[in-house]
């Protein structure tokens, strides 16, 4: 479908950038460890050079490293792979794996001229198509080939994975490309395995939650929500989402408690009335907190929400066979009547499955007078789930949260004297971004450095991690319409596979942040005033606008924390 969106006059570009008619391969920015901290437009007005012969990147162990080849032909190229040999004997236990990074439209979206980021504002060369129209590199498929036509970008991903129990030193492959249409070329790929060693992400210090909305996923699979073939589906939603240390379980205790998705979100506790009395089933929720954390989520819970996102205030339940929706308003009797009732039943269950210490109650943007309504409520019905608040929102409602998550476009950065204030209470502090700010962000079309330093701020100021609306919100058709209520790329961070999640450029760089702070956070245990860390967090956090910084930042400040640990 992207063919038909490209008009032709674009060649033009590629044309003057190559340097030769034949097939051209580079490494973008000549650099391996930084050739994936940048997205390559379809149509590049530059191309740095062919690629070296040898590919060098140093990792640790336990960790995962990625970077990229791109291919450019002026003829069209069928069925193009990558191959991988010689990291398959028993002494060389790297694993080295190959996506291609596939094209999307650029959509502007109308919340852009309100509250979200603004197409001009953030993107810049890493996109192609002078508006006629743009089209960005973001899904990462796990095609066995692609065909690539005259004139055309192709970029091929390249992920290594190093085993926690390998043995340091180098490590030597080859990685061939070939194509009918193309001349076969092969790249000596070298792995330098460093001493110091990542912890599993199940015992990560960084605290992720991005929000997944379990619906979306059956909607965009084709399957019930809730069918056996969904609790497959989600299977594998939680196995990526482990990967990269998602500490949270976001579950539903009513329905919808927000209105602005494509997919709505269900409750997973069904509600009953019987004209005079509530009564609850929590069977769809048990389920789905016990499959998240068997495949590694968690292992704590948000239950949204007390709460709506935009009122009225709403709730739903069963009565004599009919699903009911109620208005409410905030604080009235009937609002109280309803969640009295919910949260001292809920809090129950809560006790009897031993969930109770790991579960909050979860708002998203109120403010506080609405905060201490709710709060009122909780400390007369459970004083405990009043000490269990999560908000993401604005400063004024950090004193009710035990984990509260700062807007960055407002609050960033938080004074460290009430982020350490807050760590000795034992309560948890993220940070999070949406629509805006136009920088650091993780939009489809943000510079894609910036998903790879926003651990660093996180681990710059003192904070747990990071919070994310929203992981898989997507809209009805992604490949034409690739937003739903926000600018793109706000409502998700992963794409539908054909049988589950498929990565992007922005998740698999922010898991590298992740990684990156795992290392910052071991040389804070071993040596807390080791030389070279402030350093190294200054240099990852410069210039939060991608379109400015240097692409070394990143790959240096690692590199410094490394050399700490192996001298520590």
């Given at each position: 479908m992207i063919d038909a969106l490209e008009p032709a006059w674009l060649d033009k570009w590629v044309r003057r950038a190559m340097p030769t008619e034949d097939t051209t391969v580079w490494l973008p920015g000549g650099v391996f460890d930084t050739s994936g901290l940048l997205r390559v437009p379809r149509h590049p007005r530059e191309i740095d050079a062919t690629a070296p012969d040898r590919l060098t990147t140093t990792a640790v162990r336990n960790e995962r490293r990625s970077g990229q080849?791109?291919?450019?032909?002026?003829?069209?190229?069928?069925?193009?792979?990558?191959?991988?040999?010689?990291?398959?004997?028993?002494?060389?236990?790297?694993?080295?794996?190959?996506?291609?990074?596939?094209?999307?439209?650029?959509?502007?979206?109308?919340?852009?001229?309100?509250?979200?980021?603004?197409?001009?504002?953030?993107?810049?060369?890493?996109?192609?198509?002078?508006?006629?129209?743009?089209?960005?590199?973001?899904?990462?498929?796990?095609?066995?080939?692609?065909?690539?036509?005259?004139?055309?970008?192709?970029?091929?991903?390249?992920?290594?994975?190093?085993?926690?129990?390998?043995?340091?030193?180098?490590?030597?492959?080859?990685?061939?490309?070939?194509?009918?249409?193309?001349?076969?070329?092969?790249?000596?790929?070298?792995?330098?395995?460093?001493?110091?060693?990542?912890?599993?992400?199940?015992?990560?210090?960084?605290?992720?939650?991005?929000?997944?909305?379990?619906?979306?996923?059956?909607?965009?699979?084709?399957?019930?929500?809730?069918?056996?073939?969904?609790?497959?589906l989600l299977e594998r939603y939680f196995g990526d989402l482990a990967g990269h240390a998602q500490g949270m379980i976001l579950t539903t205790i009513c329905d919808q408690p927000w209105q602005q998705t494509a997919s709505p979100f269900d409750s997973m506790v069904r509600w009953e009335f019987d004209g005079d009395a509530f009564s609850f089933d929590y069977d769809i929720f048990d389920r789905y907190v016990e499959t998240a954390r068997e495949h590694g989520v968690g292992p704590d819970i948000a239950a949204y929400s007390i709460l709506s996102f935009n009122p009225p205030e709403r709730v739903s339940y069963w009565q004599n066979g009919e699903l009911i929706e109620e208005e409410l308003q905030l604080g009235s009797n009937r609002w109280r009547e309803c969640w009295t009732a919910f949260l001292g039943d809920f809090q129950d269950h809560l006790i009897a499955r031993g969930w109770l210490e790991d579960t909050y109650l979860a708002v998203d943007e109120r403010d506080d007078e609405d905060m201490e309504i709710v709060r009122s409520l909780l400390e007369t019905v459970t004083p405990e789930l009043a000490e269990r608040i999560q908000i993401a929102g604005s400063l004024d409602t950090e004193p009710f949260a035990a984990d509260f998550s700062a807007n960055y476009t407002n609050e960033m950065p938080l004074d460290s004297s009430l982020v350490h204030e807050r760590a000795a209470a034992g309560k948890r502090t993220t940070f999070y971004t949406a629509g805006r700010p136009n920088h650091p962000n993780c939009l489809a079309f943000s510079p894609a450095v910036e998903a790879r330093m926003l651990p660093w701020i996180v681990a710059g100021n003192d904070l747990d991690g990071y919070l994310r609306w929203a992981y898989c919100s997507w809209p009805r058709d992604l490949h034409r319409n690739p937003i739903h209520n926000y600018v793109q790329g706000d409502e998700y961070l992963i794409y539908p596979g054909e049988t589950g999640p498929d990565s992007s450029i922005r998740w698999e760089l922010l898991g590298a942040g992740i990684q990156d702070f795992e290392l910052v956070n071991l040389l804070r245990e071993r040596t807390p005033d080791a030389t070279g860390l402030k350093v190294a967090l200054e240099l990852a956090t410069r210039d939060v606008d991608g379109r400015q910084k240097d692409l070394a930042d990143i790959p240096q400040a690692r590199q410094l924390v490394i050399e700490a640990l192996q001298s520590a």
């Open positions: 080849l791109v291919v450019v032909s002026a003829l069209p190229i069928e069925g193009l792979h990558a191959d991988v040999s010689g990291f398959e004997d028993e002494l060389s236990p790297v694993d080295v794996s190959i996506r291609y990074v596939e094209y999307l439209p650029i959509v502007r979206a109308s919340s852009e001229y309100s509250f979200s980021a603004v197409i001009e504002q953030v993107a810049d060369t890493e996109i192609s198509g002078a508006r006629a129209p743009d089209l960005v590199g973001d899904p990462l498929r796990s095609w066995e080939q692609v065909d690539v036509p005259a004139y055309r970008a192709q970029p091929i991903w390249i992920t290594i994975d190093v085993p926690a129990d390998a043995s340091p030193g180098s490590y030597t492959g080859e990685i061939r490309l070939d194509g009918d249409g193309m001349g076969a070329e092969t790249f000596t790929l070298t792995v330098e395995v460093a001493t110091p060693r990542l912890p599993d992400p199940a015992n990560y210090a960084f605290h992720l939650d991005v929000w997944a909305n379990p619906n979306a996923i059956a909607d965009q699979h084709d399957v019930s929500p809730w069918s056996e073939s969904h609790w497959g």
